[in-house]
T-cell receptor, first 117, second 116 residues
């Protein structure tokens, strides 16, 4: 049973460029969430996709956009990269419609480390 | 707004001893879920344990237990019989109630080092 996979593992981009990160959820999961983790910090929620729609969004500018495909995989796009976008980007998958007090945890992928120079 | 506070500096524990990692939270919602994740140097977040706000008993998962004190809004993680492989960052997180399958709000994390 494959877990959450992310690609690429590492990425180096220049300021102003655009980047696309990819995520495949764990088998049986239909919801994908994206998090940004700066060095020495906890992950910060970017947005969540379910049924190919953005369902929730954190406090991130619209330079951050995403997409979910019919097979539940997802992409995170970041335009006009800034130095401050350098971080580990984590994708997490879960089962849709899980309640607040449900024990359904989010399974995380290994992350994509983005460096902006 | 949801908030998770982890203020301990780097923690050290001797192998085979127990250690407690502190977590306090703030929420105005009566329904919430609390999680602990482990993040080794590889970067992947590994789920450890979950506690629901309505659970009457403290959660346990193998060597992990959660000391849930609802009135004090604390959810401390206790690791018994520490192993060298427990050395990692540990994050406390909360699921809020804005919609089903809601986002997780994380604390800043605690570094745990296990000494042989």
């Amino acid at each position: 049973d494959a877990g959450v996979t992310q690609s690429p593992t590492h990425l180096i981009k220049t300021r102003g460029q655009q980047v696309t990160l990819r995520c495949s959820p764990k088998s049986g999961h239909d919801t994908v969430s994206w998090y940004q983790q700066a060095l020495g910090q906890g992950p910060q929620f970017i947005f969540q996709y379910y049924e190919e729609e953005e369902r929730q969004r954190g406090n991130f500018p619209d330079r951050f956009s995403g997409h979910q495909f019919p097979n539940y995989s997802s992409e995170l796009n970041v335009n006009a990269l800034l130095l401050g976008d350098s971080a580990l980007y984590l994708c997490a998958s879960s089962h849709g419609l899980a309640g607040v007090t449900s024990s359904y945890e989010q399974y995380f992928g290994p992350g994509t480390r983005l460096t902006v120079t | 707004a949801q908030k998770i506070t982890q203020t301990q500096p780097g923690m050290f524990v001797q192998e085979k001893e127990a250690v407690t990692l502190d977590c306090t939270y703030d929420t105005s919602d009566p329904s919430y879920g609390l999680f602990w994740y482990k993040q080794p140097s590889s970067g992947e977040m590994i789920f450890l344990i979950y506690q629901g706000s309505y659970d009457q008993q403290n959660a346990t998962e193998g060597r992990y237990s959660l000391n849930f004190q609802k009135a004090r809004k604390s959810a401390n993680l206790v690791i018994s019989a520490s192993q060298l492989g427990d050395s990692a960052m540990y994050f406390c997180a909360m699921r809020d109630r804005t919609g089903a399958n809601s986002k997780l709000t994380f604390g800043k994390g605690i570094t745990l080092s296990v000494r042989p």
